[in-house]
């Protein structure tokens, strides 16, 4: 068999969707014993978006992110061969998300399968996305990043519910000649043994000892807040300063560090240490808080529509979460 000529990859277009329905920081405070100020102040946010159950979810989200990165593009459903859903939100576990949206969007028979790696799901499937096309398996790969976290909030309990949105961002990657074009560096990392500090157990059993009195709903999101702090501040500078490193590029060369909207607090931290200026490492957490996998491709697709990068630009993903994980990917655009 005739060897496969080397190739880069194209990123053909964005898009994004969030439910209509905000819910406000006063919202919340109605609904349980919290404030404004302090939520603002612990983590930048003032506002997210939160799905109508009856008639949204992260089917209907991912689909609509796909069907305007599509239009973006100038492609249709029929000219991918693959798409990859990256959630941890998924309405069942058999469908996978990925196969109702390469269906509604008209990309069958395109392979399509769910990857769950947390808030990293945008990024991991990026990543994995432009390997596949380099592998010449697959030439045009529509990427969803998408999580209807509200349906895993207990909105009883203030610690974890004050901080999650649902959105939903995605791509269109398609093979082009130029092998400097697309990923050019990636990492994707995981440590399990820190797995309770993010976790939705579904059955008693799945919650450990320590965690038997949290009087959070059995289905929904428990967090370590402290812990997931401490490791989200050390992984996210270490993980951008590789990306740098491994590049050789420096921040001055970056056009925009496109992260996984977490907390403010956060990425301010970890920008402040590397010394990137805010206008290169922007933020949405205010509007739209932490949507899990949405977060990165949401953020992608308004800085693109914003024209904040262009051809030839590089562009840094970086995300970490649950599991725990934590990922990027350094794009050549
Ligand atoms: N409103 C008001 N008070 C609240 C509150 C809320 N929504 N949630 C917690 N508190 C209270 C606590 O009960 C505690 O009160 P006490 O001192 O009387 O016991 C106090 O505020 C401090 O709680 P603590 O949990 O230590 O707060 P914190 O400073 O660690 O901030 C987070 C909490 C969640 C904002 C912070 O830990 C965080 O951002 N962690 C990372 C979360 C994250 O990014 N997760 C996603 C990763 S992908």
């Known amino acids: 068999m005739k060897p496969l000529e080397p190739c880069g990859v194209r990123l053909a277009g964005t898009g994004s969707a969030v439910p209509p329905q905000v819910l406000h920081n006063r919202d919340l405070e109605r609904m349980m014993d919290t404030s404004d100020e302090w939520i603002a102040q612990r983590t930048g946010i003032r506002e997210r978006r939160i799905c109508d159950p009856t008639k949204e979810g992260t089917f209907t989200l991912g689909r609509d992110a796909l069907v305007r990165a599509l239009e973006a593009s100038g492609m249709a459903g029929k000219d991918l061969d693959l798409v990859i859903c990256g959630t941890c939100t998924g309405e069942m576990p058999c469908p996978s998300t990925a196969c109702r949206i390469a269906s509604e969007v008209g990309a069958t028979p395109a392979a399509a399968f769910d990857l769950t790696a947390a808030c990293c799901g945008f990024v991991y499937s990026m990543n994995v996305a432009d390997s596949l096309i380099r592998s010449g398996r697959f030439r045009a790969v529509g ?10 909030i207990d909105y009883d309990d203030r610690s974890v519910s004050i901080l999650f949105g649902d959105a939903a961002g995605a791509a269109v990657l398609v093979r082009d000649p130029d092998p400097t074009r697309g990923c050019i560096y990636q990492r994707m990392h995981a440590d399990g043994a820190g797995w309770s500090n993010l976790y939705i157990p579904r059955r008693p059993q799945e919650v450990p000892e320590e965690d038997r009195d949290n009087p959070i709903k059995l289905g929904c999101l428990r967090m370590n807040g402290r812990e997931v702090f401490r490791f989200a501040v050390t992984k996210f500078r ?96």
């Open 143 to 152: 990427v969803i990043g998408v999580d209807a976290m509200s349906t895993a």
């Open 238 to 333: 270490e993980t951008v300063e590789d990306a740098l490193a491994g590049t050789g590029l420096g921040v001055d060369q970056i056009a925009q560090f496109v992260c996984h909207q977490s907390n403010q607090r956060i990425i301010e931290a970890a920008r402040e240490k590397i010394g990137i200026p805010p206008e290169k490492m922007p933020v949405n957490i205010d509007r739209f808080g932490n949507s899990s996998a949405g977060s990165a491709g949401l953020l992608l697709d308004q800085l693109r529509r914003d024209g904040k990068f262009g051809v030839g630009d590089h562009v840094v993903l970086v995300a970490f979460g649950g599991g725990l994980t934590w990922a990027s990917g350094v794009w050549r655009i």
